[in-house]
């Protein structure tokens, strides 16, 4: 079953220097049927207007991740942790117990990133944060895994988080074809980001989602030039 979710039909919100739109919904905002997916508790389609971003808040118990698409991101945190996320980055924040975090647009130009929130396997413990560049043309015509919380995937590159989850993302061509399999009972939400594609013959736009259960196997073909971003969920 493919749960094709239209970025037209996403709900969100407009405040002038945010542009949010909503895969999953959360906290009363989002189209109510595009309900959490297993651990998958948001995927927000963020646009931040130049110098602009959230002041120190807080999160808990929750693992974020964050895919820069365009533009770059400046992070600090109260860890101590600073650094400037930009386009083909991935981040990965550990909230554990409580972490106090800023993220602001420091460039001249826009930023376009996906904000994803994650269910942890464990409540509390120690916060952490991370980020690694992973280059687009590493990821030509491939699923490349970008974050995980098998040990497996860790230990070959990917970003650790603790959840039951791996992020995947591809870039691919237009008229280029990928198969991936899903191992038996695993769910997963997948995104075209720039151009139009198909998975198991379901027609997404640009930036449309995809909720998929049941499926044995994704026959994903770009259309068009364009990135996917794949979360499996377990």
């Not at 948001?42 to 959230?54: I, L, V, Y």
């Not at 989850?165 to 008229?175: E, H, I, M, Q, Y």
């Amino acid at each position: 079953m493919i749960d094709h979710r239209p970025y037209a039909a996403l709900g969100g919100n407009d405040l002038g220097w945010l542009k949010a739109r909503l895969h999953v919904a959360i906290h009363g905002l989002g189209h109510p049927a595009h309900g959490a997916i297993g651990p998958l508790r948001a995927w927000n389609d963020d646009e931040f207007a130049p110098r602009s971003g959230f002041p120190m808040h807080r999160h808990q118990d929750v693992e974020i991740l964050t895919y820069v698409r365009r533009g770059a991101i400046t992070h600090e945190d109260s860890l101590g942790n600073r650094a400037t996320v930009a386009a083909g980055d991935v981040q990965a924040m550990s909230a554990g117990s409580g972490i106090r975090h800023a993220e602001f647009n420091a460039e001249d130009v826009d930023t376009a990133l996906y904000q994803i929130w994650l269910r942890p396997r464990a409540t509390g413990g120690a916060p952490s944060w991370r980020t690694r560049r992973f280059p687009r043309h590493q990821r030509a015509g491939r699923l490349t895994v970008l974050a995980s919380g098998d040990a497996r995937d860790v230990e070959r590159g990917a970003l650790a988080i603790d959840a039951d989850a791996r992020l995947l993302g591809a870039t691919l061509r237009a008229g280029q074809t990928i198969a991936h399999r899903l191992a038996p009972g695993l769910r997963a939400y997948l995104v075209s980001t720039a151009g139009r594609a198909t998975v198991n013959g379901v027609a997404l736009a640009p930036r449309d989602g995809a909720g998929i259960a049941g499926e044995a196997v994704l026959a994903i073909a770009a259309l068009e030039d364009t990135e996917i971003v794949l979360l499996e969920l377990g």
